[in-house]
């Protein structure tokens, strides 16, 4: 599945990825972790990724850590998903060179 394909290349690289498939185990992990970035689905299976990013935005223990928004919707763009307060958008599905790019880009900004 994309999910494993997508882990498995960011750690081919260098990358440590920790995955999800529910926002309740990830925010324990957010709670106990500072990641360099989250990348959200916009569609997760009970949640609403941009209603996850704007919470993860509104927090004080979250919102320094860069968001990158995926979504098989690519009517969605870098503007719509900003106004959640997503650092990056790209849609699906896209080549792994594409999300390195965008997370290069990301990170290269945090600093």
């Not at 997760?44 to 979250?62: A, P």
């Amino acid at each position: 599945d994309l999910l494993t394909l997508t882990k498995n290349s960011l750690e081919e690289k260098g990358y440590t990825v920790k995955t999800y498939s529910n926002w309740e185990d990830a925010e324990k992990y957010l709670h106990k972790n500072e990641p360099d970035l989250i990348m959200l689905d916009v569609f997760m299976h009970t949640h609403d990724g941009l209603n996850i990013c704007n919470k993860l935005k509104s927090s004080g223990f979250t919102r320094h850590i860069p968001i990158l928004i995926l979504s098989g919707f690519s009517q969605l763009s870098n503007s719509a998903t900003e106004e959640f307060g997503a650092n990056g958008f790209l849609a699906k599905p896209f080549e792994i060179k594409a999300l390195l790019k965008k997370i290069h880009t990301i990170l290269s900004r945090k600093k």
